[in-house]
């Protein structure tokens, strides 16, 4: 292990996993994943690995992750299904009635810098009638594959539009935000609508801030009325959290109720993406 720090696991020890789900989510920042029952949906096994620094580039990143799979037997066991989450800020949604196939690269264009090597892909999100068109890490795809066979994978907005579409459809415009530890993704719905998403990258508190109340200002938010949800790396005792505070005065968390929580000895409300 090079780089990583901070490691929180369950304690169960799983043998027999044929009938499970294998769920695996990675970013330059760490790598987390969760085993689940495929017909229950229970939680039964979580791991969050989060390294001491964010890597450089992909090739550091599928060096940890051989790393991970070397000290952790539950990775190596059989699965139903095996399903992975790629989280990076290289991705951009197209309602469906200016998608085409053929012009992936192009809608990418408009927002990051493509290399003529990059591979690119998209999701359907059904619950705003969109794509969400994307470039996911193939390297770390083939060594996955390499390990498990064939399995389905998808952006992480995709994953937190669709969780939160699935399960909030407030009556004002309502700010939800994913916090990671250099990035958030920001979400505005109201009704069963996506008004605004987007994925910002932050170094202090300040920049972190500034994202916030820059979206807030252009969606024409009251900043002492509209209501904002955190999930993710964030707790009432952090920096992040108090300078938001300061700004927005109706903060709160979106709390799961998974089971597991009380295990691993964390926020509810934290890695939505996995345990939401």
């Known amino acids: ?18 009938n499970n789900i294998l769920s695996i989510q990675f970013s330059l920042d760490g790598f987390s994943f969760c085993v689940s029952d495929s017909n229950s949906k229970e939680t039964l096994y979580f791991s969050e690995i989060l390294f001491e620094k964010q890597l450089n580039d992909l090739e550091e990143l599928l060096e940890e992750i051989i790393n991970i799979f070397k000290d952790n ?10 399903f992975v989450i790629h989280q990076n800020n290289l991705n951009t949604i197209v309602p469906e009635s200016y998608f085409d196939e053929k012009l992936l690269r192009n809608y990418l264009n408009f927002n990051i810098k493509v290399l003529q090597t990059d591979f690119i892909t998209f999701d359907t999100i059904q619950e ?8 996911p890490y193939i ?18 907005s995709t994953i937190f ?4 579409m699935k399960k909030n459809q407030p009556q004002e415009k309502t700010m939800f935000v994913n916090v990671s530890e250099r990035n958030i993704d920001v979400v505005i719905l109201q009704y069963e609508k996506l008004l605004f998403s987007n994925s910002f ?18 969606l024409q938010l009251d900043n002492k009325v509209f209501k904002l949800y955190f999930v993710g790396e964030i707790n009432t005792t952090s920096g992040l959290y108090q300078i938001t505070y300061k700004y927005v005065k109706n903060v709160n968390f979106l709390e799961g109720n998974n089971p597991i929580f009380k295990e ?12 939401g």
């Open 1 to 18: 292990m090079t780089n990583q720090v901070k490691i929180k696991s369950s304690k169960t020890s799983l043998k027999k996993t044929q």
């Open 73 to 82: 037997a539950t990775l190596h066991l059989e699965y139903q299904e095996v």
């Open 128 to 135: 705003i009638n969109a794509k969400n068109v994307y470039i």
């Open 139 to 156: 390297n770390i795809n083939n060594y996955l594959f390499q390990n498990f066979g064939g399995f389905e994978y998808k952006h992480h």
């Open 161 to 164: 539009i669709e969780k939160l």
């Open 201 to 218: 990258l932050f170094n202090t508190k300040e920049d972190f801030i500034y994202y916030i109340l820059f979206v807030s200002e252009q």
């Open 264 to 275: 691993i000895n964390c926020e509810k409300h934290s890695n939505y993406l996995l345990l």
